[in-house]
């Protein structure tokens, strides 16, 4: 109970501020899929790489307006059910980063949103057996790799500050070797609320 309270307490102090200052914060979570290079018929590999594209991608991502439309935010997105690697192997891809981000209003009701930013591609490979710390137990192993993100979206402003997003993010995953290209294209839609106003 006492985190809880902790939580809503820096939420709480975090609207103020937001309010006070003028400045604006969204939330927002989304659903989309991703597109990659697809998986060569000509591999002469036994297990050759997978494809990223495919699969529902649900989405939480968050911005904090610093000074007039520029500031900060962040994202993270997984795919919602395991695929299969090679037809034998369970596996989730997990996209998190940190941007700058840069929303401009072009309307009373609408506002671009584009961000640059660091983070990593996290794939779960899943096994049949638990893997016990000293504080936690785990049933996969983990492959992380660095990325840079580009992304775009669209603020659509149905009524105050709820919005929908359409956007696309673009990731460049450093040596990306589990999959078929090192881009990885991720598109779908976000609705989220924007305090402070817009």
Same mark, same amino acid.
């Given at each position: ?9 820096? #939420?709480?102090? &975090? ?6 200052? @003028? !400045? !604006?914060?969204?939330?927002?979570? @989304?659903? +989309? ?12 590999? $036994?297990? *050759? =790489? /997978? ?6 991608? *649900?989405? &939480? ?11 900060? #935010? +962040?994202?993270?997105?997984?795919? #919602? #059910? !395991? ?6 192997? =369970? %596996?989730? $891809?997990?996209?998190?980063? &940190?941007?700058?981000?840069?929303? =401009?209003?072009?309307? *009373?009701?609408?506002? /671009?949103?584009?961000? /640059? @930013? ?7 490979? %899943? ?20 990325? +840079? !993100? ?15 997003? *359409?956007?696309?993010?673009?990731? /460049? ?13 991720? %598109? ?6 924007? &305090? @402070?106003?817009?």
């Amino acid at each position: 109970m006492k985190k809880i309270t902790f939580w809503l307490a820096v #939420g709480a102090t &975090f609207l103020m501020a937001t309010a006070a200052y @003028g !400045q !604006q914060m969204d939330f927002a979570f @989304g659903l +989309g899929t991703t597109h990659s290079a697809s998986v060569s018929s000509n591999s002469t590999s $036994p297990f *050759p =790489p /997978a494809s990223l594209t495919g699969g529902i991608y *649900p989405s &939480f991502s968050g911005d904090f307006l610093l000074h007039k439309s520029f500031g900060v #935010g +962040g994202e993270i997105a997984w795919r #919602g #059910g !395991q695929a299969n690697y090679d037809f034998s192997q =369970p %596996y989730r $891809p997990i996209f998190w980063d &940190f941007d700058g981000v840069y929303a =401009p209003k072009l309307g *009373p009701h609408v506002a /671009a949103e584009l961000s /640059a @930013g660091i983070g990593a591609e996290s794939t779960r490979f %899943y096994t049949n057996y638990v893997t016990c710390s000293a504080i936690s137990c785990t049933n996969y192993a983990t492959s992380t790799h660095f990325l +840079g !993100q580009f992304g775009g979206g669209l603020k659509l402003y149905a009524r105050g500050g709820l919005f929908v997003r *359409p956007e696309v993010h673009v990731y /460049a995953v450093k040596n990306n070797f589990e999959y078929t290209s090192n881009i990885v294209v991720r %598109y779908g839609a976000s609705i989220g609320y924007t &305090f @402070g106003g817009h």
